[in-house]
């Protein structure tokens, strides 16, 4: 299994390395590159990453980790009880200090969907912002109760998740 793992380590760093993001981050930066810096610069590089849209891309850029097993979580995919309950082991397995989930309607369309998902982000997370990202995406930024935020990723005014070093 510890193969398995350099590889996917080395393959991970691949993608990093072959997709870079840009040195910095300003409000004239792409709105979906200005969300993968956040979670870049306000994560820690173990941090999995819940997000409730289908952006692999986010997450790529910011080389983090799908948080629950999954990158996508629609109606209609991995929806059955059994599947929820998985979803929600792995999230309590794994260091995830922030969820990105919809706004508006695509929450709603979320939690009647998800139900058990979305109990336990009701209980264990917090909303802390909301922002509209590349003219279409609706994103609620949840942050795991009790953790406190180190600083503000200022192009946003989101709150950061990583100690100082």
């Known amino acids: 299994m510890t193969g398995a793992r350099d590889r996917a380590d080395e393959v991970w760093k691949g993608v990093g390395a072959a997709f870079p993001l840009p040195a910095d981050a300003s409000n004239e930066t792409d709105d979906l590159i200005l969300l993968s810096h956040y979670l870049r610069q306000c994560t820690q590089p173990d941090d999995r990453i819940f997000m409730q849209h289908y952006l692999p891309q986010v997450l790529a850029l910011a080389e983090r980790g799908f948080a629950g097993g999954h990158a996508d979580l629609r109606p209609g995919l991995f929806t059955s009880v059994e599947m929820q309950r998985l979803t929600v082991r792995r999230l309590t397995s794994q260091s995830v200090p922030l969820a990105l989930v919809g706004a508006g309607d695509s929450l709603g369309g979320f939690r009647e969907s998800f139900p058990i998902v979305v109990a336990y982000f009701d209980e264990h997370y917090t909303p802390v912002a909301e922002r509209t990202f590349g ?25 950061c998740f990583r100690p100082a070093p």
């Open 135 to 159: 003219g279409r995406f609706e994103i609620r930024l949840l942050a795991r109760r009790g953790i406190r935020p180190s600083g503000v990723f200022e192009p946003l005014g989101w709150p």
